[in-house]
């Protein structure tokens, strides 16, 4: 028997297709138009991408998207025809039939930007931006688990849940596979929205099913939602005063706590520093160059972007304030996006060494664009490059040490390489 969601899923697919470029005020927000009338949001950013852009930034299309404004005659005859046949067909025999206008309405928006075929390109209703504006902030109403999608198969995991979180509690553990949120599949869903359907308001619950490789079986747990504070950065003093400081996601808190962190390492005497960015999706990328800032010295290019018109933007540092210490990064495969950019930058200074695995490979940037209706769009707007003009995207930043990290073992192999390179580099000073 069909449920809702298989009902939306009919309803969204079938859709999709005809209406490939569909609407007004689709083809108008796509090509800048009808967002010159729109102000930004007032956080104006996106987890992982980059930062809004102001409505009046937005210029005329230049032709990479298809220009059916001859065809509104063509797409609202077809919408009547597809409407009629449901109407006087389709026959509903689910338990829960509230499917409203407004649903029909906003999957048809959804398929006309899915049909660009581009995971980072997305729409997002009011109450899914919402939420993505608050992910930012570092603090929301969830279960509190950091989740990663492979980039080739669609598949998210769980790469961390946090200490003491209720999807910690309920027993979600690292290397999860995400396999239904709230009784819909998520596999090659975008990560982003996924993450909008796992919030939700305090003290309501959210089925995740999850398959468990370790002992090869599906698992369901019902989890609370609570307030989750999140912990962007994480510190503490190695042997060897080595300072060591983990970095889990580019938000709006990152940077204050990160230089929180290094303030407090640097009054317990440290001698080097290990920055751990594995895991790390992204994030901001004002939170990257903003710790970027801290790291390295005035007027220094920390990333430059292109888009699509060849228009180029810089990013400089601007404070005097430095680490003047031998310093390590590590990185793996679920390193992405604003991580990159970090560990791109420090490593073609030559300011630390690389260890882990590649990272992930995200070279592009996406803006997020409020369409005045508490909706927006999130899309693809530029490359980034680091400071010697690589661009990474779909191949990653290789590490200057390789190391992979032995899941059976107990020992933090990548940890250890990296202070043993650090404490090399202090000997020699």
Known sequence: MENRNDRKSYYKGLLTGVILCVLIIGVLALSG???KDYAPSSTGQTTGTGNAVEASDVSSSSGDVTDISGRYKEVEKKLNKLHSVLDQYYLDVSDDSDITQDDMVEGIYKGYVD??????????????????????????????VVVSQNKETGVITVVRPFEGSPGAEAGILKDDILYKVADKEVTGVDVTEVVTWIKGEEGSTVSIEVYRPSEDKYLTFEVERKTIEIPMVTSK???????????YEFEETTSEQFNQAIDALTAQGMEGLIIDLRDNPGGLVNSATAILDRILTKDQLLVYTVDKNGKKQEEYTEDDETINVPISVLINGNSASASEIVSGCLQDYGKAKLVGTTSFGKGIVQYVLPLGDGSAIKLTSAKYYTPNGRNI?????????????????????QLEKAQEIVLQEIQAE
Do not use: R, W
């Open 237 to 247: 003093m190695l042997d060897n005063n080595i300072g060591y400081v983990a970095v």
């Open 33 to 35: 138009c009808f967002l």
């Open 393 to 413: 995207h779909g191949t990653g930043i290789d590490p200057d040490v390789e190391v992979e990290l032995n899941s059976d073992s107990e020992t933090d192999t």
């Open 115 to 144: 049909a660009l075929n581009e995971p980072y390109t997305v729409y997002y209703t009011k109450e899914e931006y919402d939420q993505l504006q608050e992910s930012t902030s570092g603090k929301y109403s969830g279960i509190g």
